[in-house]
């Protein structure tokens, strides 16, 4: 059974930083490429950014990069996204999604993963 549970999301102001985790059954991790998506109000549920199942490969929309990190940590059997100088256009429900597959360009949409999380919101006031 493939289990993920996002956690971490908050209401914090413009510029400050927020740490979101996604642990996931062992099973799905040793052997999965992960993603964090978001969806705002009225929104689709956008790619923010993927790895792979080594950690050696990331990418990321562009309205993140240079704000948000994408990590994984086999150990703990977690993946974490770090956000940094939120903003308040970065309000959403955050998701995270474990693909079988890493496969470019497909891991950057929602078709290429399989297994998804019931999300965390991420509030960002000016």
């Known amino acids: 059974q493939v289990r993920l549970a996002e956690s971490g999301g908050g209401l914090v102001q413009a510029g400050d930083s927020l740490r979101l985790s996604c642990a996931a059954s062992r099973r799905t991790f040793s052997d999965h490429a992960m993603g964090w998506f978001r969806q705002a109000p009225g929104k689709e549920r956008e790619f923010v950014a993927g790895?792979?199942?080594?950690?050696?490969?990331?990418y990321y929309v562009d309205s993140v990069k240079g704000r948000f990190t994408i990590s994984r940590d086999s150990a703990k059997n977690t993946m974490y996204l770090q956000m940094d100088s939120l903003k308040p256009e970065d309000t959403a429900v955050y998701y995270c999604?474990?693909?079988?597959?890493?496969?470019?360009?497909?891991?950057?949409?929602?078709?290429?993963?399989?297994?998804w999380g019931q999300g965390t919101q991420v509030t960002v006031s000016s």
């Open positions: 999604a474990a693909a079988e597959s890493w496969i470019i360009p497909s891991v950057m949409t929602r078709r290429g993963y399989e297994y």
């Open positions: 790895i792979n199942w080594s950690g050696k490969n990331t």
